[in-house]
């Protein structure tokens, strides 16, 4: 009798689950990976994440497609854990970061996107527009967008966390190289 019932109780949590969705906790401890190198100071202003700011998701919830298969938080909102992620690569860069100073760099997060493809995987999104201001003035202005991937390895999902801190730290890379390469950093 109490088989049956734990059975029927694990096929309406799961029948919820695919249905109405489920949560999921990710923490990221993002590490700098960019290999590029700088010089100066730097101001580094919090990037505002578009899409809780309209309200269409919490300031700590990834946004997510249509499947509603797992509605994904993190441990700090956001616009906190990508600014935090562009000021350490930055300072990994050799930038000096400061809390004035002649240039500054900004931005939207447009699309921080966590989903699942299939039950075989998952996909993160991202777009953030960067602006770069040199004594008030904009001086770079670009969106950046990134995607990457993790799939299950038999019976196992890769950590949640790895596909969204490659997608940042790919997006951050680029718009620093594309700056510097255009003289703006």
Known sequence: MLTFSLKKLIAASTFACLVGGCAQHVDISYQPANLS???GQ???KTFEYLPATKGDVEPDEAQQEKSGLAYTFFQDNVDTLF???VKKELGFSGYALSDGGSRSVSGEIQRFSFDWVGMAGMRFDIAVHFTV???GKV???NLIESTREARKEGYKLEDASEPIELAMA???GRFIRD???KGVL
Request: proline share 0%; charged share 20%.
């Open 139 to 141: 001086v770079y202005s």
């Open 42 to 44: 730097i101001q580094v």
């Open 83 to 85: 600014t935090s992620a």
């Open 179 to 181: 700056a510097q390469k």
């Open 133 to 135: 201001t040199k004594n």
């Open 170 to 172: 790919d997006c951050i």
């Open 37 to 39: 190198k700088g010089t």
